[in-house]
């Protein structure tokens, strides 16, 4: 009968264990010196050598002729155990085992002295599925067991537990492991079992694995069974991965405003039967990566990439500011949490947010607000040009510098040039900006203490194309004088005119007879 490959390679002694030297050196020197403790806790994600050390371990107190604390897999007492045959060792899924009366058995079996080898060893797995009364029968158990029984939990939910049962325990704290410790391994079972690889397939499938050795080892044995060589295209087509290419289009896609592109994108991975999920788990990888490059000054501390993938990274990073990339990392996450529910509707809710992330004038939220305006601030800072496109005009608004202070403080201005109420246009006639609630809202930006103050006001414009912020009293005129949304007005009828709006093109005043327009005008197109 076939055997899975994460079996027939899965460690026999401490030396074997990968990436968690931290525990098997503590491990192998306790049963060297007979020195082990009575309970072990073993807790960490999936795949990271928890079981794998527990029975390792029953194996080392054990065995008749241990090497440096580690079992030597030959006397009858660790064949006995890797057999499963012997009675002593008793592995125990506390999933599915998880009543008061499992644990009251162990409770009289313990009294016992082993029948065969020197130690009667209890391997309790998931054990945080235990229920609070099995919890409770083995709290006495645990604390003073017999001198001949050893406990080892093992769970994935450390937090699951309670503190009586951890406090009870020596604890080891088993790590994700690395891509290159998983690629390392690997690569040596290839080579043992005979399969033609390369090595950037193993990369892709180590990282794909997420620091589980065992997912790592069951992905390798799946794209094994699909070709005669491991290849980077074949492991992409066979785990429904895009590749890190087909990622990184789809970024600069959504950067340009591309949406050709983007439906090309979800269209090709629908029609290749890859999984829209892990597509989009994907690219929510890619911008945290974006995002740990664009906020840190050591990315590479905290980033598993080659090279060149380093440099692609930051060549996508200088296409969005901070702010953009907290946008969209909030709307991927949102859309995934959807599509976890939407069934067959996850193309839609793919192509949705991702013609939202590359249009923030589609979305009202003030996380769009605010990632519009940092590429203002942005393009300011980098002098920027005005174009006419709309998408790229955002990129190009100046950003408002306050005039120097003047000696007579009277004589100062404002950040936005104003007037007078006697000040008119040279118009005889105002037009009436409609929307205005709406601009006001993209210009406050968050601010709560002045938005009311704005939505008083009504906006005009002239046949020259000046623009009159006219407010129903002195005191909300003051209120917004005085407060820092000047930059957000210039950005807001900036974007609502698709022109570059400059301060002096703002004039602020007080209304006066006709230009006194109803809020139900203001709603009329």
């Not at 414009?461 to 912020?469: A, C, H, L, P, Q």
Request: net charge negative; glycine share 4%; hydrophobic share 40%.
């Amino acid at each position: 009968m076939h055997q899975a490959l994460y079996r027939k390679w899965r460690p026999q002694t401490f030396d074997d264990v990968c990436g968690q030297e931290h525990i098997t050196s503590i491990l192998k020197y306790e049963t060297e010196n007979n020195k082990f403790s009575h309970a072990y806790l073993f807790c960490g994600s999936r795949g990271t050598g928890k079981t794998t050390c527990a029975k390792i371990l029953a194996k080392a107190v054990n065995c008749e002729s241990p090497i440096n604390g580690s079992p030597c897999n030959k006397c009858a007492s660790c064949m006995s155990i890797d057999s499963g045959a012997a009675t002593d060792v008793l592995e125990m899924d506390a999933a599915s085992n998880n009543g008061v009366d499992n644990i009251r058995d162990i409770r009289d079996e313990v009294v016992y002295m082993p029948t065969a080898l020197k130690y009667r060893v209890y391997i309790v797995d998931e054990v945080h599925m235990l229920s609070g009364s099995a919890f409770n029968a083995l709290l006495k158990t645990l604390e003073e067991p017999p001198s001949h029984v050893v406990f080892v939990l093992a769970t994935t939910e450390l937090h699951k537990l309670p503190s009586t049962i951890i406090s009870r325990c020596q604890r080891f704290d088993f790590r994700r492991i690395s891509t290159q410790v998983l690629m390392d391994r690997l690569a040596y079972i290839s080579d043992n079992e005979n399969i033609s690889y390369e090595k950037e397939a193993l990369r892709v499938i180590a990282k794909m694995a997420q620091g589980g050795m065992r997912d790592a080892i069951s992905l390798l044995e799946l794209c094994a069974g699909t070709d005669s060589k491991i290849t980077l295209t074949s492991v992409n087509e066979t785990l429904g991965s895009g590749g890190r290419e087909n990622i990184e289009n789809t970024v600069r896609a959504i950067a340009k405003g591309n949406f050709d592109a983007i439906f090309s994108v979800i269209t090709d991975v629908v029609a290749s039967s890859k999984d829209i999920s892990v597509f989009w788990q994907e690219l929510i990888s890619y911008y945290r990566d974006m995002l740990v490059m664009k906020t840190t000054s050591a990315a590479e501390r905290y980033l598993d990439l080659t090279e060149n993938e380093s440099e692609q990274l930051k060549r996508s990073c200088e296409l969005f500011t901070k702010n953009t990339l907290l946008w969209h990392c909030r709307i991927l996450d949102e859309a995934l949490y959807t599509m976890q529910k939407a069934g067959s509707a996850k193309r839609i809710v793919a192509e949705m947010a991702l013609i939202k992330m590359s249009d923030s004038m589609l979305d009202t939220s003030m996380d769009a607000v605010l990632s519009r305006i940092s590429k203002l601030e942005n393009a300011v800072a980098t002098g920027v040009q005005i174009v006419s496109d709309k998408t790229d005009l955002e990129e190009s608004l100046p950003k408002y510098t306050a005039p120097q202070k003047q000696e007579n403080k009277a004589a100062e201005k404002t950040p936005v040039e104003t007037s007078s109420k006697e000040e008119t246009s040279s118009d005889d006639s105002l037009k009436i900006i409609r929307g205005w609630n709406e601009i006001a809202e993209k210009a406050a930006a968050g601010d709560m203490a002045v938005l009311p103050f704005l939505k008083m006001a009504k906006a005009f414009t002239d046949s020259n194309g000046k623009i009159y912020v006219r407010f129903p009293n002195d005191f909300a005129k003051n209120m917004v004088e005085k407060s820092d949304v000047a930059n957000g007005i210039l950005a807001a009828f900036s974007i609502q005119f698709n022109r570059r709006i400059e301060p002096a093109d703002v004039i602020f005043g007080v209304l006066v007879g006709d230009e006194d327009i109803t809020d139900f005008d203001d709603l009329i197109i």
